[in-house]
């Protein structure tokens, strides 16, 4: 899963997969709007794909695991190391505390994804 590559519709396709729907767009559509800036590196564009998941909670359902989903699909993609149970408490960290600095979702990620 190429962080360029991913579409909207592929996005709405894994949160189906986790029994979710969609409750509000707009979030999304701001984070694939940074997704094609080409100046923005591979963890600044998953930041703002995670925070438009776990912060914004555009789906029913489904808005935590899509972003674990998500940001595993990247990592690999990208031969990058995963700390699954480090990654999933970032996970939820965010989501709980509502963290919305794309400077601290960044370093989270790169923490849990090496």
């Known amino acids: 899963m190429n962080i360029g590559k991913i579409t909207k519709k592929d996005l709405l396709r ?5 029994g979710g729907n969609l409750r509000s767009d707009s979030s999304l559509d701001f984070a694939f709007h ?19 998941l776990l912060v914004d909670h555009p789906f029913s359902d489904g808005n935590k695991r899509t972003a674990a989903f998500v940001a595993i699909g990247f990592a690999q993609e990208n031969n990058k190391e995963i700390d699954r149970e480090l990654l999933i408490h970032h996970i939820v960290s965010i989501s709980k505390n509502n963290i919305h600095k794309i400077r601290n979702i960044e370093w989270r990620m790169k923490n849990a994804i090496k």
Do not use: D, T, V, W
Request: glycine fraction near 8%; charge should be positive.
């Open 14 to 18: 894994i949160n189906q997969g986790f």
């Open 34 to 52: 940074r997704l094609e800036n080409k100046k923005l590196g591979f963890y600044k564009k998953l930041s703002y794909l995670i925070r438009a």
